[in-house]
């Protein structure tokens, strides 16, 4: 079965720190990966797509890249109004599968 | 403005049905895939089913394919999740989402309909 694996489950992390989250797809998704942004009580907010475009309206401070089937979501330098639930998800084919989110906190 | 808007969600008891509807405005309804995600609560995000800007390719997840049914009416710019033989493991809150095009991410959700399935 297709699986994207997202690491760290839970990333306590400072004011200002770079932070990193990584997914990895078990099959060859090319770049058709989406990161999200779910803040406690809200709907997820869609940050980037085809693995490094960033959505419109969106902080530079996020960013995507991709190394093989490693995608990682980067914020450069960490706010208070980030802290939220990050998640992945494949959009090559189905199963449009999410990763099972990494939870940014401040330290 | 972009909007959806999802009904439909209640109580049901394990073996029963229950049909949810998202009503979208703002956009042109016949030009995008939508789909369904949810998300049972504490719990991360879980993606259901997508069905194409015509409406004649639909795509399930493996834990709902048989039981759930994904339509649209592009005439009312509504879209709709027919849920049956519905168990505990489908309580959730369930989002319509819009994709950004055809077989993409999804750029608009609605705030989500609560569907409880206990006895």
């Known amino acids: 079965d297709f699986q994207m694996t997202q690491s760290p489950s839970s990333l306590p992390a400072s004011v200002g720190d770079r932070v990193t989250i990584t997914c990895r797809a078990s099959q060859d998704i090319s770049n058709y990966l989406a990161w999200y942004q779910q803040k406690p009580g809200q709907v997820p907010k869609l940050l980037i797509y085809?693995?490094?475009t960033l959505q419109s309206g969106v902080p530079s401070r996020f960013s995507g890249s991709r190394s093989a089937a490693d995608f990682t979501l980067t914020i450069s330098s960490l706010q208070p109004e980030d802290v939220a639930t990050y998640y992945c998800?494949?959009?090559?084919?189905?199963?449009?599968?999410f990763g099972g989110g990494t939870k940014v906190e401040i330290k | 403005e972009v909007q959806l808007l999802e009904s439909g969600g209640g109580l049901v008891q394990p073996g029963g049905s229950l049909r949810l509807s998202c009503a979208a405005s703002?956009?042109?309804?016949?030009?995008?895939?939508m789909g369904w995600v949810r998300q049972a609560p504490g719990k991360g995000l879980e993606w259901v089913s997508d069905i194409n800007d015509s409406g004649g390719r639909t795509y399930y997840a493996d834990s709902v394919k048989g039981r759930f049914t994904i339509s649209r009416d592009n005439s009312k710019n509504t879209l709709s999740l027919q849920m049956n033989s519905l168990r505990a493991e489908d309580t959730a809150v369930y989002h319509c989402?819009?994709?950004?095009?055809?077989?993409?991410?999804?750029?608009?959700w609605g705030q989500g309909t609560m569907v409880t399935v206990s006895p």
């Open positions: 989402a819009k994709a950004k095009s055809s077989g993409s991410a999804y750029d608009i």
């Open positions: 085809a693995a490094s």
């Open positions: 998800q494949n959009y090559n084919d189905a199963p449009l599968t």
């Open positions: 703002g956009f042109t309804f016949t030009s995008y895939t």
